[in-house]
């Protein structure tokens, strides 16, 4: 059973485009949080959910825009993309906010041509 | 905000051999210090943690030390294996779980 699974795996889009990344944790917990790694592997946080309340929100352009239905389930849609949006976005849960484990998923490589 | 520095970032060893990380981080008030493992193609995997009240953690081949009055701490792995080759991320949380990675450390253990 997979414990934070996130679809799609690859994507690829035109600049401009809109385009969502879902997740998905089977492990009951009650945070969420969307990362970034970029091409130097560098890992930054960009949003953070507790039972489905935004509690953190890093300088991420406005055209980032995280929803979560409910608390086992955090999506990432992302409008008018551009060149440097290309990264690989990383779901990952927690039981809690402070100070425990997160899980991450497998990853979504998202290239804009 | 938080600061974690991560060196080496490349890091060769021969097999048997050990293997030591280090971080700095720059907010006293972090508390929680996570290491992940990340295999090619794969998300970041915790392999072992530290909290602010403990100095030393072992799991069988892995250590995690940490000196909070130097706010540094270092992962050690001993008598490394091939399956060891992977991107190591150390991390500190300050405020609850809002994790600042370390810029990663490529280790490569050679047969």
């Known amino acids: 059973d997979t414990a934070v699974s996130q679809t799609p795996k690859y994507l690829v889009t035109q600049m401009g485009n809109d385009k969502s990344i879902k997740c998905e944790q089977n492990?009951?917990?009650?945070?969420m949080y969307w990362y970034k790694q970029d091409s130097k592997k560098f890992l930054k946080i960009m949003f953070s959910?507790?039972?489905?309340?935004?509690?953190i929100n890093e300088t991420v352009p406005n055209r980032f825009s995280p929803k979560s239905p409910d608390k086992a389930h955090l999506n990432l849609h992302i409008n008018s993309l551009e060149l440097g949006d290309s990264a690989v976005y990383f779901c990952?849960?927690?039981?809690?906010?402070?100070?425990?484990?997160?899980?991450f998923g497998q990853g979504t490589r998202l290239t804009v041509v | 905000g938080e600061n974690v520095e991560q060196h080496p970032s490349t890091l060769s060893v021969q097999e048997g051999d050990s293997a030591v990380i280090k971080c700095t981080y720059s907010?006293?008030?972090?508390?929680?210090f996570p290491w992940y493992k990340q295999e090619l193609g794969k998300g970041p995997q915790l392999i072992i943690d530290?909290?602010?009240?403990?100095g030393e953690k072992k799991d069988q081949r892995i250590a995690v030390t940490l000196n909070k009055t130097a706010k540094h701490f270092s992962l050690h792995i001993t008598e490394t294996q091939p399956e060891d080759s992977a991107v190591y991320f150390c991390?500190?949380?300050?405020?609850?779980?809002?994790?600042?990675f370390g810029t990663g450390t490529s280790l490569t253990v050679i047969p």
């Open positions: 990952a849960s927690s039981q809690d906010n402070w100070g425990t484990e997160a899980f």
């Open positions: 492990l009951g917990h009650d945070t």
């Open positions: 959910y507790n039972n489905k309340e935004l509690i």
């Open positions: 907010d006293s008030a972090s508390n929680y």
């Open positions: 530290i909290r602010s009240n403990v």
């Open positions: 991390a500190a949380d300050n405020t609850g779980n809002q994790f600042y």
